[in-house]
C-alpha cells in the first residue's frame, strides 16, 4: 500500500475512532450526571469496581487522569460515599482504594440506563449488522492493543 493510502487510512481511523469516543461520551454523560457523576468519576470508579485495591497511582494512570488532580476526583468520590481508601500495608503514604456497596449500586443504575439506550438504539437493527459491528469494533481494539506493545 502506498504512502497517500496509508495516511488516508490512519487519518479515517483517527477521526472515526474520535466520533465513536464523542458519541459514546455524549450517550454516558447524561446519565452521569442523573445520578451525580462527572463522567471521570464514573470511569475511575469503573477501573476501580474492575480492579479492587489498585493504589491511587496505578488508578490515575489507568483513568488516565493527571495525578496532581487525582486527589480530588478521589475525594470527591469519597465524599459521595463511592469509594474508600484504607492505607497499604509496610508504606505509610500508598493506600489502596476500594469501591463501596452505594458506588457499586451507583455504578450498576448507569449500566443499566447506558444499557437501555443502547436496546432502543439496536433494537431495530438487524442482530447479524449488530454483530458485524461488533466483530469491526473487536478488530480494532486488537490493532490498538498493538500501539501499547
Partial sequence: MDVASLR??????????????????????????????????????????????????????????????FAAVCRKLEEKGLVERARKDGDRRAYSLRVTS?????????????????????????PEAVRSALDGIQALNALMQRMEA
Avoid at 450498576?108 to 439506550?117: C, Q
Fill in 102 to 126: 452505594e458506588g457499586h449500586r451507583v455504578l450498576t443504575v448507569i449500566e443499566e440506563d447506558i444499557v437501555a439506550v443502547l436496546d432502543r438504539t439496536f433494537g431495530e437493527v438487524p
Fill in 8 to 69: 488516508r487510512l490512519r487519518d479515517e481511523w483517527f477521526f472515526a475512532s474520535w466520533r465513536m469516543c464523542r458519541l459514546l461520551n455524549d450517550v454516558a454523560g447524561p446519565i452521569c450526571q442523573r445520578n451525580g457523576l462527572t463522567l471521570q468519576q464514573m470511569h475511575v470508579l469503573a477501573e476501580l469496581s474492575r480492579s479492587p485495591g489498585l493504589t491511587a497511582g496505578c488508578l490515575s494512570d489507568r483513568a488516565g487522569i493527571l495525578r496532581t488532580n
